[in-house]
T-cell receptor, first 113, second 113 residues
Framework: DTTVKQNPRYKLARVGKPVNLICSQTMNHDTMYWYQKKPNQAPKLLLFYYDKILNREADTFEKFQSSRPNNSFCSLYIGSAGLEYSAMYLC????????????FGEGSRLIVV | QEKVQQSPESLIVPEGAMVSLNCSFSDSASQSIWWYQQHPGKGPKALISIFSNGNKKEGRLTVYLNRASLHVSLHIKDSQPSDSAVYLCAVRGRGSALGRLHFGAGTQLIVIP
């Protein structure tokens, strides 16, 4: 089973409110990623966990938080949503046994109003 | 940071046509190049990857990598309506940890029956 599941699939949030997106995988992959995808733009890596170690990209360091309570789950947290956070958020996982192929979920579409 | 550019932005072809998609990247020492396919409402799915200069064939897909010209192309033989999707080029940069990938913005392919 090469499934990555994301919840919720759709989220409507008010400006200034928090947003929490959830991702799970059952492939025992050691690495989980969060990408942000806006229309006509490349997916942008926000952060990734290798095992329990969080790596955040320099230009998104303060905007997004994440947690990984166990190997299967990873969350993406926005403390105060702004209009610019409206996007598709894609979760992916990879492992050494998958040849570093990224397996993506179907995404969580966030609209901030 | 690795820069990935894809062309064309969109492409419409009749069923059975040969499709050629292009991708340029900025670092000749990039470790590997991947092509992902994304259907509407779905997450990206890995199609084929290449590590060494030259070409690689899998079924109807052929990928060509030329590190000297910083160019990689994906060719789809005998295109089918089910091939209609966005195709994303992704590059694993020199020294990038794990499966960390830099993506292009994608090419929208439409195959008309």
């Amino acid at each position: 089973d090469t499934t990555v599941k994301q919840n919720p699939r759709y989220k409507l949030a008010r400006v200034g409110k928090p947003v929490n997106l959830i991702c799970s995988q059952t492939m025992n992959h050691d690495t989980m990623y969060w990408y942000q995808k806006k229309p006509n733009q490349a997916p942008k890596l926000l952060l990734f966990y290798y095992d329990k170690i969080l790596n955040r990209e320099a230009d998104t360091f303060e905007k997004f938080q994440s947690s990984r309570p166990n190997n299967s789950f990873c969350s993406l947290y926005i403390g105060s949503a702004g209009l610019e956070y409206s996007a598709m958020y894609l979760c992916a996982s990879s492992g050494t046994d998958s040849g570093n192929t990224l397996y993506f979920g179907e995404g969580s579409r966030l609209i901030v109003v | 940071q690795e820069k990935v550019q894809q062309s064309p932005e969109s492409l419409i072809v009749p069923e059975g046509a040969m499709v050629s998609l292009n991708c340029s990247f900025s670092d000749s020492a990039s470790q590997s190049i991947w092509w992902y396919q994304q259907h509407p409402g779905k997450g990206p799915k890995a199609l084929i990857s290449i590590f060494s200069n030259g070409n690689k064939k899998e079924g109807r897909l052929t990928v060509y990598l030329n590190r000297a010209s910083l160019h990689v192309s994906l060719h789809i033989k005998d295109s089918q309506p089910s091939d209609s999707a966005v195709y994303l080029c992704a590059v694993r940069g020199r020294g990038s940890a794990l499966g960390r990938l830099h993506f292009g913005a994608g090419t929208q392919l439409i195959v008309i029956p």
